[in-house]
Each structure stands twice: as C-alpha cells, then as structure tokens.
C-alpha cells in the first residue's frame, strides 16, 4: 500500500522549508520501518523507490513544480528509472535521501536521488520523468520557465548523456520471450 501518511507528514514537514530553485538538492529525512522490510530484513527494492517518491514530491514542493501543477492542471510521469542498490538498509535506520534535477532536454526532467546511511550511500536512482498534459509531455522549456528558469537547459552529465543514448536504441515494445 502507498505510505499516504507518510507523503503527508514529508509534505506538513517541508511547508516550513525555504523554497528552492530548480537545479537546487533536496534533503529529506526517513526511517527504514518494519513495513518496508522484505523477507531477507532489509528495505524492499519496490519501498526504496515507493521512498524515492517521496523525495520527489517534497523537492517540487519546495521548487514550486506542485503549485504550478495544480495551476496549469498538469501531472507527472516517470518514464524510466535506473536504479543501483550498493548497501542494506535495515530496520530503524536513518536515511538521508538526497534528491535534485540533474537536467532536461526536451521532453524529459532528470533526476538523481541517492540514499544515505551515516556516511555511505546505499542506493542511488536515476529517474526520466514528464510533467504531463492531456496524455502528451509538456514542453520542459515551459515547465522550467513556469519555475522561474530563464537560460537554457543546463549541460546534462555525461554518463547521464550515456544513459539517454542507450535508452533511445533499447527496443520498444520488447520481444516477446521465446
């Protein structure tokens, strides 16, 4: 089940924070509970993502992306993530996730969210998303100068770049398996 309460207490907690600008990171606090473990103890890998959410929500929050939504009557879609878990998260540990827009070209938001145990990052997410208007992309250049960006996209990173490329000759619809 989607953690509602959970979205709701990110929300109530970054109300408070200082708006941030577009290419500004993110820091948001959570504990690893007993329902986010799976059979092995450790956080589930559909709950990290489910945890990732809540990261991007609290970062539009804060870059002013959730009030342009309800303004324009946009949404949002992820339409691709690559994920890579590098340590276990346990049950009651601390994280610190780390969320910020690494760039955009002209369909796509990219976002980098990694989580923090103490020092060491124990998972990071690379997401594709698109803020959405009846059922196609909205421009990212009209999304970003809504939020206040005025220049052009900035420069993506290169394995970011790499990623893109990769992803634009991974067939679609996949075969089916033989």
């Known amino acids: 089940m989607?953690?509602?309460?959970?979205?709701?207490?990110?929300?109530?907690?970054?109300?408070?924070?200082?708006?941030?600008?577009?290419?500004?990171?993110?820091?948001?606090?959570?504990?690893?509970?007993?329902?986010?473990?799976?059979?092995?103890?450790?956080?589930?890998?559909?709950?990290?993502?489910?945890?990732y959410d809540l990261g991007r929500f609290t970062l539009g929050a804060r870059v002013g992306l959730l009030a342009a939504?309800?303004?324009?009557?946009?949404?949002?879609?992820?339409?691709g993530a690559s994920i890579r878990y590098r340590r276990r998260v346990t049950l009651f540990q601390r994280i610190e996730m780390r969320t910020r827009v690494a760039g955009w070209d002209e369909r796509f938001f990219y976002i980098v969210q990694s989580m923090w145990v103490d020092d060491t990052c124990t998972s990071q997410a690379l997401l594709?998303?698109?803020?959405?208007?009846?059922?196609?992309?909205?421009?990212?250049?009209?999304?970003?100068?809504?939020?206040?960006?005025?220049?052009p996209a900035p420069e993506m990173p290169d394995w970011i770049a790499a990623w893109i490329e990769a992803e634009a000759i991974r067939p679609w619809p996949p075969a089916a398996p033989d």
């Open 2 to 51: 989607y953690p509602f309460v959970r979205l709701g207490w990110q929300m109530l907690k970054t109300r408070s924070a200082p708006p941030l600008g577009v290419l500004d990171p993110h820091l948001s606090h959570h504990l690893c509970l007993p329902w986010d473990l799976d059979g092995f103890g450790e956080l589930n890998n559909g709950r990290t993502l489910t945890l």
């Open 69 to 79: 939504l309800r303004r324009r009557r946009w949404g949002l879609a992820v339409a």
């Open 128 to 151: 594709r998303t698109a803020v959405v208007a009846r059922g196609r992309a909205v421009p990212t250049q009209e999304v970003a100068a809504e939020l206040g960006w005025t220049g």
